[in-house]
């Protein structure tokens, strides 16, 4: 499955139906008056959060959504039947922008929260409405009302308990795939990762999420690599791996890099906790590893581990460090999601799954 973090779409919300102009007409009625029903009312456009969903592929190939139109009135006082709503299954930390980019609408953090994005429009009223004592015979009802038409973005943020942060090639997949069962491309060569990884581990029977973000370089706030498209994707984090190639001689600049960029990228991501890890020291003697330690632990004055992704040395003493700044998922059955009751009878939704 590809993995696609941004995708702009158009929401439109049924029009609603129009009144009716009928006349009662029956024998031996001489006097029927207006019987003209109300328009129904048109279907709303809902945005709903699902956990089984990862990315946003499918509004590649499908951008356009529109719920359905109300009925119109009919005679004998019948109100035409209200439009089916349209519910958007999205995943759990998606962003619903303005179409200016930036006013963002909704943010879809908890699954199975509701954001009603575009209400449908209100049906008109039939001629019977419109009698008075003056007017017994009216021969107006009214339209419509429209439904709200508009352009909207979506924006993916992962939601992850770890953001796996580190220059190209520091070894941040080869640990994903050591502590987890994710399975990310793995290669010598700098980039190899495109796009974010998610992966599952367990320590002291609790569940951490790690997100492997692609390697940052300096300059990537402005645009230099992959750029700082991915670091919204450790926003959420609750705490940092910050991941070095021990073998790189320039190991300590290396760290203040990634800092710096995090730093201009948004200057609260500095303020994260953040767990350092020397990698690749199965390359180096037990001399030289507790040298880098030290050296390396007098500027980050965060905890400093020496490991191997690859020989799984000091990975799972690095985990339950970590967990220590990841809270407990579990939830009271009081606390448990409640899915808003917007929505009464929703007859239609989209998924990706479908």
């Known amino acids: 499955m590809k993995f696609l973090d941004q995708a702009k779409i158009y929401l439109k919300s049924g029009d609603g139906g129009r009144g009716c102009v009928s006349f009662r007409r029956e024998k031996y009625i001489e006097f029927g008056g207006p019987n003209g ?120 943020k992962l939601i992850a308990d770890v953001g796996l942060i580190g220059l190209p090639n520091a070894g941040k997949s080869t640990f994903l795939t050591a502590v987890t069962k994710a399975r990310p491309k793995i290669a010598d060569y700098p980039f190899t990762t495109l796009h974010p990884n998610l992966g599952v581990a367990w320590i002291d029977g609790k569940e951490i999420v790690l997100a492997d973000i692609p390697g940052l370089i300096e300059g990537a706030h402005d645009g230099v690599g992959l750029g700082d498209r991915f670091l919204k994707h450790v926003e959420r984090c609750s705490v940092f791996l910050h991941l070095i190639d021990a073998t790189d001689e320039n190991f300590i600049q290396n760290y203040k890099t990634i800092r710096n960029e995090l730093k201009l990228y948004q200057e609260k991501l500095i303020e994260k906790p953040e767990v350092v890890a020397l990698n690749k020291t199965d390359s180096l003697t037990e001399d030289e590893i507790q040298k880098r330690v030290k050296t390396l632990q007098k500027i980050t004055k965060s905890p400093v581990f020496a490991i191997s992704a690859i020989a799984n040395t000091n990975t799972t003493e690095c985990l339950r460090k970590i967990s220590q700044f990841v809270p407990s998922k579990k939830l009271k059955p009081s606390e448990e999601v409640e899915v808003q009751e917007e929505i009464s009878t929703p007859k239609k939704s989209w998924s990706p799954l479908d």
Do not use: C
């Open 37 to 156: 029903g109300d328009g129904g009312k048109g279907g709303s456009v809902y945005f709903v959060a699902v956990e089984n969903l990862n990315t946003l592929i499918d509004f590649r190939y499908q951008q356009h959504f529109k719920a359905q139109n109300g009925q119109h009135g009919m005679g004998s006082e019948m109100s035409g039947a209200k439009g089916e709503d349209l519910i958007i299954k999205v995943p759990v930390g998606t962003e619903i922008v303005d179409n200016d980019g930036e006013t963002v609408l909704a943010d879809m953090v908890e699954p199975g929260q509701i954001y009603m994005a575009a209400k449908g429009g209100d049906g008109g009223r039939g001629n019977t409405r419109f009698k008075t004592s003056t007017n017994q015979a009216p021969r107006y009802a009214e339209p419509g009302w429209p439904g709200v038409e508009m352009w909207v973005w979506l924006r993916l």
